[in-house]
């Protein structure tokens, strides 16, 4: 067994404080700042450096130089594109886990990097280090794909390292990627932990409040802090044209704004193939999507793009919100990563879920608007009720008499409606009920208000109305609804009583209106009798 030198233990001793760094330093630019400190002490370097290889680039970047000052500033910030690391990491320099290219062996006049070549000589030694010698490690990710390089130089001994001494800067380099794969999964964590922070914030406020616009706003700024992205946004389609429009934003300005053009339901339909759907979100590529849109469509293009295979390069990525039967009610668009890389499988999870809580604060706050809708509207015409209308008559009631107007209560009752049930069904007596009320709905001015006070009875209050002009207005909408149920054996019969004339509160005017609708009937009966 051969002794154990104290060369030996100390670089056994370098190794095991990496691994403790490893374990106490959780910055990740101390620690590879103490890592090349600790790889030259106790290596016997007096240059090292770390190249950390970022994806949204496809580039190598040196973020840590340990050495002199001269060595600082010439490499410090410098990057080489994989193309460049290529052929100094070919098979015929390769040396156990390192890359050892001596002087001469590469002609370096056509290198696109920074290098630093120390100005002294070497040793009159066919072992001894060259200053024009590179020595590379690369650091793999447990994947297999390329974390980073470290490159040393400078070796306190003046000689090149033995196969031992690369072994052991090998293993060095094996714990260092380890640093900076625990890193990024710290990192990958972190943004976990603060995407459920958000969704737990989101999910208070909807238990807090029913207003869709405050729910959706905190969405959009839990996208933007928690996954990166600078600009999100959510669009709802209008319920006539189909058309998107931004409902809640976070980043966007409004030139950003204006640089997308309107686009419909129909539209953008296409843009949601099941070979671009991941996680339950869309992905494509600036191409994919034009190609699927109508032509000179207008869109905002990304500013925060890189390159390379992981990069993001003015993508789209876009969530579509669902309601209960799987239509889509709504959209989540996210760009402009501040990373610069393409979203990962876990991100697109989380974004996933994030449009869900969407979906369902849409979903609360439509059952909440539609149950404040039927306290005073009528659910099958969509009128407004007998509730609504005994407080509408009183609030009426009470400006005439303040302002010395007048105004007309009008009500309605159709007649052969109950044949119209009994003969061809509840169906069919809805759809008169439907169109009639549509029929009023088309009639009455803005200032007027239409209701539904019974089965096949509706009301109507016409401000500024007298008992002149009344019966024109009558006239009017008895034409609509004979219009608008046309095919059904339904005629309407009309009464109408005119304040003050006919009373001067609001019990009384019910009464008048309702004796001069059945004179109305009985008057139409008689003349049929006649007939």
Known sequence: MAPTTPNTITRLRGLLDVTRLVRDETDQDRLLEAIAATIAESLGYQTVVINLY??????FEVTTVYGSDEARATLLGDTLPWEGWAPLLEERFRRGGAYLIPHGAFDWTNDIGRRYVPGWEPLDDPDAWHPDDELFVPMAHSAGHMLGIISVGEPVSGRRPSVGELDVLG?????TALVLE???ENAAAQSHRLALDHLLQVSSRMTETLAADAVLLAICRGIHEALGYQKVRIDLPDPVTGVYTACATIGWSEDDMEQNAPASVWELAPLFDPPFEIEGCYLLTEEEATARLPAGHRFYRSRLNGSGPWAWNRHWLAVPLYDRAARVIGLIWVD??????LPTRPLLQTLRVFANQASAALDSAGRFQEMRFLAENDALTRLLNRRAFTSALDVEVSRAYRYHRSFALVLCDLDGFKLVNDRQGHLAGDDVLTRVAGALRRSVRTADAAFRIGG????????ETSAEIAPAVIERLAAAIAEGSAG????ASFGVAVFPADGEDAETLYRAADADLYAHKRRRRGGLAAA
């Open 54 to 59: 970022r994806p949204a680039w496809n580039h």
């Open 171 to 175: 293993a060095v380099a094996e714990h």
């Open 182 to 184: 625990s890193a990024q």
């Open 488 to 491: 059904a054996p339904v005629t």
């Open 336 to 341: 402009d990563p501040a990373d610069r890389l």
């Open 456 to 463: 096949d009875e509706f009301a109507v209050l016409l401000p």
